[in-house]
């Protein structure tokens, strides 16, 4: 055959068989064969949506869908690159815009602090030059937990870092922090918060404690809860009644965490109304109002993107003191996490269940009717 009716021929079967490529394989994105799945009844109700690690990327590069991993590394790439204002401004625009990742952006703002505090070297001023409020202040607490976890003299450091402004979230860091310095042990810790000359700040001090306690960000062994089994079998929220009065209801608010993460939430939705029923345990201590607070308070952090659906687990608890308990919960959380003006009312507007509601804009300062 000659070399030029070869080329020719050659180029026509090529040409054939990409044309065939093309008509057999399945170019459909798999986050979105993934959603046509889930609407065919592919995912159980109510479950918390699926974060695949290998969703399509979007035009910018970034995935269709985050997961805890990949935010955290464009984040930490972004800050290296430039500064920590940077990465948290993108922080802050992807949780509004991607509501789900409100249940990982915490933890994500909290490695992004302890990294600036190392880049700085350790001057905490610079550190916190940068708005940080992003993801109810993360990244200050992860500050704090680094310059507290390097300190030569903790039990000092604790009342001057925050100062002069001694904000509640630089104190709340502060908590965090000291869980680090005495590893997990709580009446050391609770001894540290106590050196803090206000009772206010006192408290402010535990709720970090125990919310490193029951919900460690980092993904550390060091940094685990360390509840032994035995002491939950004969007290469902140890440690919290056997906490002096002046810290036990951060104790409880903070315990459904707990409860929630050794239930597997993301992948049994059921565990958001059992822990309001698992908070019944803690009438005899007095925490049950505290408890179902927390309860509603994690309901709404881990279901940001779906309001109502969070609303509606508060309204499956038996008495009425506790479905308004775990509603003042959503609407605490909700309005931490979007500090701008209007936030509970347009929280409100979103609950269908007319009680659940009520509850909402009474929790929210509003009327008890729609504006």
């Known amino acids: 055959m000659q070399p030029r009716v070869f080329a020719v021929v050659t180029a026509v079967l090529l040409?054939?068989?990409?044309?065939?490529?093309?008509?057999?394989?399945?170019?459909?994105?798999?986050?979105?064969?993934?959603?046509?799945?889930?609407?065919?009844?592919?995912?159980?109700?109510?479950?918390?949506?699926?974060?695949?690690?290998?969703?399509?990327?979007?035009?910018?590069?970034?995935?269709?869908?985050?997961?805890?991993?990949?935010?955290?590394?464009?984040?930490?790439?972004?800050?290296?690159?430039?500064?920590?204002?940077?990465?948290?401004?993108?922080?802050?625009?992807?949780?509004?815009?991607?509501?789900?990742?409100?249940?990982?952006?915490?933890?994500?703002?909290?490695?992004?602090?302890?990294a600036a505090v190392q880049r700085y070297h350790q001057d905490f001023q610079k550190v916190i030059s940068f708005p940080h409020e992003t993801c109810a202040a993360g990244y200050l607490h992860g500050a704090v937990e680094e310059m507290l976890a390097n300190s030569k003299d903790p039990q000092s450091d604790i009342l001057t870092l925050c100062a002069p402004a001694n904000t509640?979230?630089?104190?709340?860091?502060?908590?965090?922090?000291?869980?680090?310095?005495?590893?997990?042990?709580?009446?050391?810790?609770?001894?540290?918060?106590?050196?803090?000359?206000?009772?206010s700040r006192r408290i402010t001090c535990s709720e970090g404690v125990f919310m490193q306690l029951f919900a460690p960000d980092e993904e550390d062994e060091k940094a685990k809860a360390n509840l032994p089994a035995d002491k939950l079998a004969a007290e469902p929220l140890y440690p919290c009644p056997e906490q002096p009065a002046l810290y036990q209801s951060a104790c409880f608010f903070y315990a459904p965490t707990f409860f929630l993460s050794s239930h597997d939430y993301a992948n049994h939705p059921e565990a958001f109304s059992q822990a309001l029923q698992w908070c019944l345990n803690a009438q005899a201590s007095g925490g049950a109002q505290d408890c179902s607070r927390g309860a509603g308070s994690r309901t709404m952090k881990y279901n940001l993107d779906r309001p109502d659906w969070a609303a509606q687990q508060c309204a499956t608890a038996k008495d009425t003191w506790q479905r308004k308990a775990c509603t003042q919960g959503l609407v605490s959380y909700y309005t931490v996490n979007d500090t701008s003006a209007g936030a509970a009312g347009r929280?409100?507007?979103?609950?269908?269940?007319?009680?659940?509601?009520?509850?909402?804009?009474?929790?929210?300062?509003l009327s008890n009717t729609l504006d």
Not at 352 to 362: A, L, N, V
Request: aromatic fraction near 4%; charged fraction near 20%; proline fraction near 9%.
């Open 15 to 114: 040409a054939v068989l990409g044309l065939g490529s093309v008509m057999v394989t399945d170019w459909t994105p798999k986050s979105a064969t993934a959603a046509t799945a889930a609407d065919a009844g592919g995912q159980r109700p109510g479950a918390v949506p699926d974060t695949p690690a290998s969703a399509s990327p979007s035009p910018t590069g970034d995935p269709a869908v985050w997961t805890r991993s990949t935010l955290r590394n464009k984040l930490m790439a972004e800050m290296d690159a430039t500064d920590p204002g940077v990465a948290l401004a993108d922080l802050d625009k992807i949780s509004k815009d991607k509501p789900y990742t409100v249940r990982f952006c915490h933890p994500i703002a909290h490695e992004l602090g302890h």
């Open 168 to 199: 509640g979230p630089c104190i709340h860091g502060v908590g965090h922090g000291i869980m680090f310095v005495t590893k997990q042990d709580i009446p050391a810790a609770r001894a540290l918060c106590d050196k803090f000359p206000s009772q």
């Open 347 to 365: 929280l409100c507007a979103q609950i269908t269940d007319k009680e659940i509601q009520g509850y909402c804009r009474s929790a929210g300062g």
